[in-house]
């Protein structure tokens, strides 16, 4: 079949298997060319949300960085033999024969993290494969969990909290700028967030892995948050999401109170504003992204996924590192992101944008590109035209 971009709103429903392959290679070139970080504490990790965005970068960061086995999880479409997977299915199998060609061990297990027949699932594969794990990246983001003990199925809503909000956002399709209205979120609908965003699953995970004893001595943990400026706080910080990254930080705190016995430790890490299929679903971060993106490549301070990764691993979680926390032992990486120079040009920019000048202000096309990216269209040694297999050849 021959694969095109089919855009519905904020996701794309194709994906390319040679571009996904592309996209994998393009990032692990990316850290064999930085150069090895120091292997330290990261030799077997374990990574949740492992397929895509954030996950994915510090899968390959773990792998070819710091040379770890890998353990991934994720949940993925397969595909059919006239219908493409979803593109974390085909970044897996990229990584996977990546690290196999390295002699590095790399599994992936398909299926739903939040159960706990997926941590029963990793906790045998970590016995049998990799004795024990020193890293555990929590990277997962998904409109939904089903919880393991009530059954309930949560949904997450990306509301301010209480009060309608009325504020500027994008249509990245068509490259309007507008003025969108969201609801105020009910406490249902916040607590629901939380239950999907929040730190109880990962506390379940580090719950688990402690009670079967696969937690290396010194075994550290990182969630990944958001916090970002006032520009997006009515939509993320002060809204339904950062109720549920709040519940994020007291999960911190108990696990690294849980790991001490093993001098462990749990963090939270804060990271820059990138283009992933979760962020692009939420209401005006596409158009600060756009701002935002524009005014770092000016400055020439961007940072594209996997280097803000890279930066993570080789500054923050490498042995020996000296941490950069905030006054709630959270990991800041967004301190270029919030940097005075960066933060006064994007806030300057952001009552002046408008359809007109969007393209002179903001990186709308860094935008859309990073994007069609994520599915793996857009790059030029790919040939688009060509026929493709989605099922690579295998039994699906
Ligand atoms: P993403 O959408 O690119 O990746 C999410 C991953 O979670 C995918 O691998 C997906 O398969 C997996 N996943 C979702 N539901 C699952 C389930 N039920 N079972 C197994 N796997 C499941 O997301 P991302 O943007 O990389 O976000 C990862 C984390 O980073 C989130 O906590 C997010 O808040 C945080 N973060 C994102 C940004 C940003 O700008 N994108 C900025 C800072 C922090």
Excluded at 90 to 108: M, P, Q, R, S, V
Excluded at 139 to 149: F, G, Y
Excluded at 297 to 309: F, R, Y
Aim: hydrophobic share 40%; aromatic share 8%.
């Amino acid at each position: 079949m021959i694969v095109k971009p089919r855009i519905r709103g904020f996701i794309c429903t194709t994906a390319h298997p040679t571009g996904c392959e592309a996209n994998v290679r393009n990032q692990i070139d990316y850290v064999q060319q930085a150069g090895a970080i120091s292997q330290g504490q990261v030799k077997n990790v374990l990574v949740l949300g492992c397929s895509g965005g954030y996950g994915l970068a510090s899968r390959i960061v773990a792998a070819f960085g710091c040379g770890a086995n890998t353990l991934g999880v994720s949940f993925e479409k397969l595909p059919g033999q006239k219908k493409t997977a979803t593109a974390g299915w085909y970044n897996n199998i990229a990584f996977e024969a990546a690290a196999d060609d390295a002699g590095l061990y790399a599994k992936t297990l398909d299926g739903d993290a939040f159960s706990d027949e997926m941590r029963a699932q990793v906790i045998d594969t970590i016995r049998a494969d990799m004795g024990k794990i020193d890293l555990v990246v929590y990277s997962l983001a998904s409109p939904v969990r089903q919880h393991p003990h009530t059954g309930h199925l949560h949904r997450s809503s990306i509301k301010p909290l209480g009060q309608a909000l009325h504020i500027k956002s994008v249509n990245v399709d068509k490259g309007e700028v507008i003025e969108v209205d969201l609801e105020g979120a009910t406490e249902q609908e916040t607590a629901d967030t939380v239950a999907v965003m929040g730190g109880e699953d990962w506390e379940f995970w580090m719950d688990a892995l402690l009670q079967a004893d696969v937690l290396a001595q010194g075994c550290q943990t990182v969630a990944y948050t958001y916090i970002g400026t006032k520009l997006t706080w009515p939509i993320y910080w002060e809204g339904t999401l950062g109720q549920a990254k709040l519940d994020l930080d007291r999960a911190s705190k108990a696990i690294d109170h849980k790991l001490r016995a093993l001098q462990g430790t749990a963090r939270v890490a804060v990271l820059k504003a990138i283009v992933s299929q979760a962020s692009s679903a939420i209401p005006v971060v596409p158009l600060y992204v756009a701002l935002l993106f524009k005014v770092m490549k000016e400055l020439g301070n961007h940072e594209d996924i996997i280097s803000h990764i890279h930066r993570l691993f080789a500054t923050q979680l490498a042995s020996g590192s000296a941490l950069r926390l905030d006054e709630d032992g959270r990991i800041r990486m967004d301190n270029i992101e919030l940097a005075e120079e960066v933060q006064a040009e994007v806030q300057r920019r952001w009552p002046l944008v408008n359809t007109d000048n969007l393209d002179q202000l903001g990186d709308l096309a860094g935008y859309q590109e990073d994007f069609l990216k994520i599915f793996g269209f857009g790059f030029a040694d790919v040939d688009y035209d060509a026929e493709v297999d989605p099922t690579l050849g295998r039994l699906v």
